[in-house]
């Protein structure tokens, strides 16, 4: 079933989205605020639209894919009243009340919506290992999920709007300290000679190994129970040797020095003898 679909900004991810769309066969109107960014796009099938009113007045969906909140406000505020009856697929990445605020905004106006959270680059889009975050209507999912198959694998978490971007930037939360501990870990080997690459040789491997744990790591921290057997214990793991190794090496702490710190409170608390898990009493 072909859907006559409506593309709101034409940057990196927006360029991608409305490509998946028309090499589908979708009928796709596409509208970017600085012109001729849908040159390319029009070459493999899309139409484009001179303002973005003329682009939402083509059909009842709209996907939004701007920079920001401010940016799908200042696009689609004038238009709300046209957009009575359509449905808004939000792509823009927003935090979670601003998510909610787009959906009430939405409700006021009479617009289905519903915000995605975009776990990909745009050279990813339609190909395996993409995946897109949904939440908000759930009508809207139901209806749309073979469309939004093509950029990806769908996951949808329910009616709060603001859920797709809670996970989107709490898995991003994982990614960037992961990253950060890589880079920690090239840094700490490079004044012995070794490259980063020669080191990322080790480290993806590794890191992927570990991955293996969180389900554990999960099971100790939903359970409450932080004394479970079996495993090491904050003592055990308190990081000094690692912190000494990256001092001697003459490279900063900071990184590795936060994990400490999170680790440390919970020893000074009296639990030292409890798992790592146990550090999410530091964070929560
Ligand atoms: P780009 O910087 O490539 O594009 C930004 C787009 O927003 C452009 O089309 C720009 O138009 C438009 N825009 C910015 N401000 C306004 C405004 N005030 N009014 C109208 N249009 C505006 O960004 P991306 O395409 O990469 O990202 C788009 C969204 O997708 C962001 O929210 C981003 O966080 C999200 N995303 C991107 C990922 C990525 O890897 N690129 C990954 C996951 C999410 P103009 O050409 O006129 O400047």
Known sequence: NSVQVNVLGLGAMGTALAEA??????????????????DGLVARGATAAATAGDAVRGG??????LLDHASVHEVLDPLAGEMAGSTLINL???????????????????????????????HMIGKPGSSILYSGSADVFRQYEPLLGLWGTSTYFGEDAGLASLYDLALLSGMYVMFAGFVHGAAMV???GVTAREFASMAAPWLSAMTGELEGYATVIDGGDYTVEGQQSLEFSDLGHILDASS???????????????IRRQIDAGHGKEGFPRIIESIR
């Not at 028309?22 to 849908?38: C, E, I, L, Q, S």
């Not at 009340?97 to 959906?103: H, I, P, T």
């Open 248 to 262: 001697e090496q003459g490279v900063s702490t900071e990184v590795i020095g936060m994990v400490q710190r999170l």
């Open 21 to 38: 769309l028309v090499d589908a066969g979708h009928p796709t109107t596409v509208w970017n605020r600085t012109p001729g960014k849908a």
């Open 92 to 122: 823009t990445t927003t935090s979670p009340a601003q998510a909610r605020e787009l959906a009430a905004w939405a409700a006021d106006a009479g617009i289905a919506y519903l915000s995605g959270g975009i776990m990909a680059v745009p």
């Open 60 to 65: 009842r969906l709209v996907i939004a894919c």
């Open 190 to 192: 490079a004044p012995a």
